[in-house]
């Protein structure tokens, strides 16, 4: 079984940082993507910054300039940088993964993220 754990999230400022963390753990023997989604309430969900092999990395057009996705490979951990935090960031963000290519896709719990104005 795989399992994903999410930490970072809490209460900031506008303007502010957090950087929130995924862990995978379980059987894993490779690496296909992780990434980071949010929903807010009343709100689909969206995908915010994902990173595949290769390191190659997108982003949803309302973070561009101000999250960093990354990833320790070794660790199979992906971390989102988010710098300049607007209150409408405000959202629980939800780590997604998924180990080979058309292999199931794993989700974690959730971590909460408010940015006050």
């Known amino acids: 079984q795989v399992q994903l754990v999410e930490s970072g999230g809490g209460l900031v400022q506008a303007g502010g940082s957090l950087r929130l963390s995924c862990v995978a753990s379980g059987t894993i023997f490779s690496f296909n993507q992780m990434g980071w989604y949010r929903q807010a309430p009343g709100k689909q969900r969206e995908l915010v910054a994902g990173i595949i092999r290769g390191g190659i990395t997108n982003y949803a057009d309302s973070v561009k300039g101000r999250f960093t996705i990354s990833r320790a490979n070794a660790k199979n951990t992906v971390s989102l940088q988010m710098n300049s935090l607007k209150p409408e960031d405000t959202a629980v963000y939800y780590c997604?993964?998924?180990?080979?290519?058309?292999?199931?896709?794993?989700w974690g719990q959730g971590t909460q993220v408010t940015v006050s104005s």
């Open positions: 997604n993964a998924d180990f080979v290519a058309s292999g199931p896709h794993y």
